[in-house]
Protein backbone atom coordinates (compact mmCIF):
# COMPACT_ATOMS: atom_id res chain seq x y z
CA UNK A 1 0.00 0.00 0.00
CA UNK A 2 2.72 2.56 1.04
CA UNK A 3 4.84 1.28 -2.02
CA UNK A 4 1.35 2.69 -4.41
CA UNK A 5 1.00 6.09 -2.52
CA UNK A 6 4.49 6.62 -3.36
CA UNK A 7 4.55 5.72 -6.57
CA UNK A 8 1.36 8.24 -6.88
CA UNK A 9 3.57 11.33 -5.33
CA UNK A 10 1.93 10.95 -2.06
CA UNK A 11 3.22 11.51 1.12
CA UNK A 12 3.05 8.51 3.62
CA UNK A 13 3.61 7.71 7.18
CA UNK A 14 5.16 4.40 8.43
CA UNK A 15 6.28 2.63 12.07
CA UNK A 16 9.95 2.18 12.70
CA UNK A 17 11.04 -1.16 13.46
CA UNK A 18 14.67 -2.50 13.91
CA UNK A 19 17.59 -0.63 15.27
CA UNK A 20 19.70 -0.11 12.56
CA UNK A 21 19.56 3.69 12.18
CA UNK A 22 19.29 4.04 16.41
CA UNK A 23 20.08 6.91 17.85
CA UNK A 24 18.77 8.30 15.15
CA UNK A 25 15.66 6.92 14.34
CA UNK A 26 14.30 4.10 17.09
CA UNK A 27 11.76 1.47 16.59
CA UNK A 28 8.31 2.87 17.34
CA UNK A 29 8.77 6.28 15.93
CA UNK A 30 6.10 7.56 13.39
CA UNK A 31 8.15 8.61 9.85
CA UNK A 32 6.91 11.01 8.03
CA UNK A 33 8.21 9.83 3.97
CA UNK A 34 7.71 11.93 1.21
CA UNK A 35 8.69 11.06 -2.52
CA UNK A 36 8.87 14.62 -3.74
CA UNK A 37 11.18 15.80 -0.99
CA UNK A 38 15.18 16.15 -2.60
CA UNK A 39 17.77 13.90 -1.12
CA UNK A 40 21.45 13.92 -1.15
CA UNK A 41 24.32 13.07 0.85
CA UNK A 42 23.27 13.10 4.49
CA UNK A 43 19.65 12.32 3.93
CA UNK A 44 17.43 9.56 5.15
CA UNK A 45 15.88 7.90 2.69
CA UNK A 46 13.33 4.71 1.82
CA UNK A 47 15.20 2.19 -0.38
CA UNK A 48 12.66 -0.70 -2.34
CA UNK A 49 14.29 -4.02 -2.11
CA UNK A 50 15.12 -5.43 -5.39
CA UNK A 51 13.15 -8.68 -4.49
CA UNK A 52 10.08 -6.37 -3.91
CA UNK A 53 10.34 -6.87 -0.32
CA UNK A 54 10.13 -3.71 1.95
CA UNK A 55 13.15 -2.55 1.73
CA UNK A 56 15.28 -0.49 4.05
CA UNK A 57 15.26 3.40 5.90
CA UNK A 58 19.07 4.31 5.99
CA UNK A 59 21.76 7.29 5.38
CA UNK A 60 22.76 8.17 2.01
CA UNK A 61 26.76 7.74 2.28
CA UNK A 62 28.07 8.51 -1.39
CA UNK A 63 26.37 8.39 -4.97
CA UNK A 64 28.08 7.74 -8.18
CA UNK A 65 25.89 8.55 -10.78
CA UNK A 66 23.36 6.36 -11.15
CA UNK A 67 24.03 4.46 -8.08
CA UNK A 68 23.71 5.69 -4.25
CA UNK A 69 25.04 3.79 -1.23
CA UNK A 70 23.51 3.27 1.87
CA UNK A 71 24.25 2.81 5.79
CA UNK A 72 22.02 2.38 9.01
CA UNK A 73 23.97 4.95 11.10
CA UNK A 74 24.12 1.78 13.68
CA UNK A 75 25.61 -1.01 11.60
CA UNK A 76 28.94 -1.37 10.83
CA UNK A 77 29.00 -1.82 6.93
CA UNK A 78 27.06 -0.33 4.20
CA UNK A 79 24.38 -2.00 2.08
CA UNK A 80 26.35 -1.73 -1.21
CA UNK A 81 25.66 0.34 -4.52
CA UNK A 82 21.96 0.21 -5.19
CA UNK A 83 20.86 2.24 -8.12
CA UNK A 84 19.05 5.82 -7.87
CA UNK A 85 15.45 4.57 -9.26
CA UNK A 86 15.26 2.29 -6.23
CA UNK A 87 15.03 5.67 -3.56
CA UNK A 88 11.75 5.26 -3.34
CA UNK A 89 11.15 8.42 -0.84
CA UNK A 90 12.86 11.22 1.93
CA UNK A 91 12.27 10.99 5.63
CA UNK A 92 10.93 14.35 6.15
CA UNK A 93 9.78 13.97 9.63
CA UNK A 94 10.36 11.85 12.70
CA UNK A 95 8.04 11.91 15.67
CA UNK A 96 9.13 10.13 18.88
CA UNK A 97 6.28 10.06 22.09
CA UNK A 98 4.11 12.82 20.26
CA UNK A 99 6.89 14.89 19.36
CA UNK A 100 8.66 16.07 16.68
CA UNK A 101 12.78 14.86 16.66
CA UNK A 102 14.67 17.91 14.93
CA UNK A 103 15.87 16.42 12.08
CA UNK A 104 18.61 18.83 10.95
CA UNK A 105 20.55 18.88 14.31
CA UNK A 106 20.88 15.48 14.07
CA UNK A 107 21.92 14.74 9.79
CA UNK A 108 25.13 16.55 10.28
CA UNK A 109 26.55 14.54 12.97
CA UNK A 110 24.87 11.46 11.92
CA UNK A 111 26.88 11.56 8.67
CA UNK A 112 29.81 12.80 10.43
CA UNK A 113 29.90 9.32 12.48
CA UNK A 114 28.88 7.18 9.75
CA UNK A 115 31.52 8.21 7.02
CA UNK A 116 34.05 8.26 9.92
CA UNK A 117 33.04 4.67 10.55
CA UNK A 118 33.27 3.55 6.99
CA UNK A 119 36.58 5.19 6.56
CA UNK A 120 38.83 2.99 3.86
CA UNK A 121 35.31 0.21 4.07
CA UNK A 122 33.78 2.17 1.06
CA UNK A 123 32.97 -0.36 -1.90
CA UNK A 124 33.91 0.32 -5.28
Excluded at 39 to 54: E, K, R, S, T
Excluded at 89 to 100: F, K, L, M, Q, W
Amino acid sequence: MALELLARGEPVHLRATGGSMRPFIRSGDRLRLDPRAPWGLGAVVWVAAADGGPGVIHRVVARRADRVLTKGDALPESDGWVPVARVMATVVAIERGGRPVPLRRWRALALSLTLGRLRGRLPH
